[in-house]
Structure formats: C-alpha cells, structure tokens
C-alpha cells in the first residue's frame, strides 16, 4: 500500500518555494474565487428529501468527475452492497492528507468496508496538485486549502469549499443522498479541511471527524453548532498536537484541544467535560452541556500516537486500542443535521 501522506522532505520545500516565488506557464491561473471564511454566502440547506425516483446507479465502486473552476475533480464513490436507489442514503466525505489520493484515503480508512456493513455512501474526492493548480512541479502533492494548511490548494487559494458544492450537487444526479444525513471527515491536511467545511458549511455538514488536523480557519463562523469529534496522537511529529507552523506554505494552527475548545464554545457548551471512551493509550473526552446537547465537541488523544489514523497498524503504527473509523461512524449516525 503506497501511503505518502504528509511528506515534509527539503523537495517540498523546495516546491512551496517555487509556487510562491514563480508565475503560472500554464495559462490556468489558481482560483480567485474563494469564499472568505465566515461568509454566509453559499451555506444553504438543501431541501428534505423523503424517496428519489430515476436513479439507476447499482452498488459498487466509481470514479467520476464534475467540472469546477477551471478544473476537472475527481471523486471516488462506494455504494454499499444493499443500497436502495429509492431511500435517502447517508453520505461520508473522507478527504486524504496531503501527497495522497483517493484511492489510499479508501484503503486507509476502511470506511468502504464499513458502509456495507451499515448501509451508508462513502465518498473520497481527490485534491489539486503543483502541476494542476500552477502547470509545473511535483505531481505527489495532492491537498485541500485548509487555509493554515497546506501545499498547493493552500498556496494557489483553491476553491475546494466550492468543490464540495459541486460535488455533492452532482452526487445528488447519481444516488440518492439524504441531505440531513451528509458528514465530513479528513487526515491531516484533509482534516483541516473538514474543520473548514465546518465553519463554512455548517448548513451541508452535519457533522466532522478530523484526525491529525486542526481548525485553522482565521475566522470561523459556523452558522449553526456542529458536532466534532477529534483524533490525534500526542506524539505526532507532523502535525503537532500542541500546535505549530507548517512548513508547506500554511500559517500557524492551534493545539488539539485548543481546536475542539472553540468548537465547544461555537457550540454552546457549558458543562463538564466527560470521558466517553477509554482503552489501552486511547482516551476520548467530551464537552458537555451543549445546544443542542448532540453537538458535543469532543477529543481522542492516543497517548504516545504518531501521524497516524487510529485502527490501521499500517501506517505509522497507528493503535490498535482504538477504531476511528468505526467511532466516527457511530458518532456521524447519532448526529444528523437538526
């Protein structure tokens, strides 16, 4: 399994540093239309949904595409084995770490595997790279603009909120998609961006997992409380569990709980924090007290975890005290948007 993820290398940083420094060759300039965080513009609900009729995609695994600022965008779909093309389904986003792709934000997770077992739409988009997003440089560089973080879509001010847009729009065409029921989640990079869709898109999302990744949006808005659940090694020496400054481009982001601290305070909480789970060196805490009392903002630390995604061994020996995926999933199913 070829699993790059977050590679800080001196290539990369020699990259950043040419995208900072150089003009686009490409004649495909970044895109300028980002919307600026806290904006309420393009958080909408979607409409309820109670059937669908004239669907006709079947279970299985597809690679499609949808057209979005001046890009092609790439996304890999599961449908679960079971799947009624008639019933509003649940959809999990599950965006990869920076220089990875779709296909091994799959096979890391597991989350494929998961869905037929529960019935719900997995769905893996694809980041721009160098070449795609300034025409020039090293192709393993996929990402999200996360805003603190990282790479090209960062550097490049990519629309990847507007992707999300145009991705689920388009996913609407294909399956049925219940859109109470559409939950985000993301390594590394990708989980700094799922903390970005919160902020943004707190009327789509219903709720976000991130691993590895904080919330580093500069003004983060969230226009209704969003329920988050958090994973992170405290040995992880990518990104930081204390916080730090990335090296790719991106800005300083804060801590772990600093991270779901300020979800707890969008979020109303007022109580005490609560243990909700403990195993081996894997402990999650919860805010508590929150409106609505569902919207918990909560933190799994893995005592001694490096940049890893708790439940796979093979990769960076994440724990194996400890099922992200799974937990995320019971957390997701507990949780649509009211």
């Known amino acids: 399994m070829r699993l790059r ?61 949808v057209e979005h600022g001046g890009h092609t965008r790439a996304f890999r779909v599961h449908v679960p084995t079971g799947y009624d ?14 220089g990875s792709t779709e296909q091994e934000q799959e096979q890391l997770t ?22 795609e997003v300034y025409g020039r440089g090293e192709p393993d560089t996929r990402g999200w603009n996360g ?32 859109p109470r ?29 991130p691993v590895s990744g904080m919330e580093g949006v500069t003004d983060c808005r969230p226009s209704r409380p969003v329920p988050v659940l958090h994973f992170h090694g405290s040995a992880d020496e990518t990104i930081f569990y204390d916080g730090g400054s990335n090296v790719l481009g991106g800005k300083p982001y804060p801590s772990a709980p600093e991270s779901v601290r300020r979800f707890a305070e969008f979020n109303g909480c007022t109580g005490p924090q609560q243990q909700t789970y403990q195993q081996g060196n894997s402990t999650c805490v919860a805010y508590t007290g929150c409106q609505p009392e569902s919207a918990t903002a909560s933190l799994c630390t893995v005592t001694g975890g490096k940049h890893a995604w ?17 937990q995320m999933w019971r957390f997701f199913q507990a949780r649509p948007r009211p």
């Open 147 to 178: 805003e603190a973080c990282c790479g090209p879509a960062q550097l490049g001010n990519v629309d990847d909120v507007g992707f999300v847009d145009a991705l689920l729009a388009d996913l609407d065409t294909r399956v049925c998609t219940d």
């Open 110 to 131: 597991g989350f494929s595997t998961l869905a037929d077992a529960e019935g719900f739409i997995a769905v893996y988009p694809r980041g721009l790279n160098f070449p």
């Open 85 to 98: 093309a008639t019933k509003p389904t649940p959809v999990v986003l599950s965006f990869h770490g920076f």
């Open 181 to 209: 029921r559409v939950f985000a989640n993301g390594f590394s990079n990708g989980g700094f961006f799922s903390y970005r869709l919160a902020c943004e898109r707190a009327q789509r999302i219903a709720a976000i997992a």
């Open 310 to 326: 708790p439940g796979q061994p093979l990769y960076n020996g994440g724990t194996t005290d400890l099922d992200a995926t799974l």
């Open 5 to 65: 993820f977050l590679a800080l290398a001196a290539s990369s940083l020699l990259l950043t540093a040419t995208a900072c420094g150089s003009t686009d060759d490409s004649g495909t300039p970044p895109d300028d239309d980002t919307e600026l965080p806290g904006t309420p513009a393009g958080d909408v609900a979607p409409a309820d949904r109670t059937a669908c009729s004239g669907l006709t995609v079947t279970p299985g695994t597809y690679d499609w595409t």
